[in-house]
């Protein structure tokens, strides 16, 4: 039986770990392409509980539990992954203290900074539109109730 020496396993992990990616060039980018690289932005900021997390943290530097209380309703094994997407993403900062009991402590980068005023123009437009959307989902319900209960 063949042997495999270190040398070998470890170019197949390197091959196998990073996969060769073209170039980005900002020129020919079009996120309606499904090979799009720039996708991945769309998805991490679609994500259920992103934005939410991100908008709380415009507020400034909050611990976990703040954060928790201030988005609302997800859970803390949620908002953990969604934090660890968003810090490894660089978005997110987080800062841990050795103090007795320790400290954790999120705040948004820069990078997160930048996306405060799409998302503030985004929620202004949801606030603003609510009234509308609900009352079309109402209109759209009905009728589909309608169509499910048939002619008399």
Known sequence: MPTTSSAQIARRRSA?????????DPDTQDVLDPNCPSRVVFGRIGE??????ILALAEGTMRFTQLRARVGVVTPKVLTETLRA??????????AYADS???????LTGLGRSLLEPMQAM??????????????????????????????
């Open 16 to 24: 196998d770990a990073a996969p060769l990616a073209a170039p980005f």
């Open 101 to 107: 009991p320790p400290r954790v402590e999120y705040s």
């Open 48 to 53: 259920r509980w992103s934005m939410f997390v």
């Open 123 to 152: 929620r202004a437009w949801a606030e603003a539109h609510v009234p509308e959307v609900l009352a079309s989902r109402e209109r759209h319900r009905a009728a589909v109730d309608g169509e499910v209960a048939g002619p008399d």
């Open 86 to 95: 968003l810090e490894a993403d660089g978005l997110v900062e987080r800062r």
